[in-house]
């Protein structure tokens, strides 16, 4: 599975932004399919999570408060819908695909073995 991850850009606190995860190549088929997004310097985090029964896990409240991931009806893309957007979200955004996600590694970076090129996400007023 190869994935291209768009829709970053440069907004201002309390804007939204869409991004898109793309699967070349087919669909997502038995895969679940994670955000992650990495500041300079620091760790890459867990953002969100969806299986392919719609099962949805969030980092945190926060997240999920602002943050919707969703699959597109042919499960070969993932949309992470953020609104509310904060300084602190300003990341460079990763995608990544694994066929072997269970809910005790859903959050680990090493669950997913495919990983598409990041898309930058700026908030900044």
């Known amino acids: 599975v190869q994935l291209q991850a768009s829709g970053g850009g440069l907004v201002q606190p309390g804007d939204s932004l869409r991004l898109s995860c793309a699967a070349s190549?087919?669909?997502?088929?038995?895969?679940?399919v994670a955000w992650f997004r990495q500041t300079p310097g620091m760790e890459r985090t867990f953002v969100a999570a969806?299986?392919?029964?719609?099962?949805?896990?969030y980092d945190s409240d926060s997240v999920k408060a602002r943050f919707a991931i969703s699959m597109g009806s042919a499960w070969n893309t993932v949309y992470l819908q953020m609104n509310s957007l904060r300084p602190e979200d300003t990341a460079v955004y990763y995608c990544?695909?694994?066929?072997?996600?269970?809910?005790?590694?859903?959050?680990?970076?090493?669950?997913?073995?495919?990983w598409g090129l990041g898309t930058q996400v700026t908030v900044s007023s």
């Open positions: 969806i299986n392919r029964s719609g099962g949805r896990v």
């Open positions: 990544a695909a694994g066929s072997s996600v269970i809910a005790s590694n859903v959050a680990s970076r090493t669950a997913y073995a495919h």
């Open positions: 190549g087919g669909a997502f088929r038995r895969h679940a």
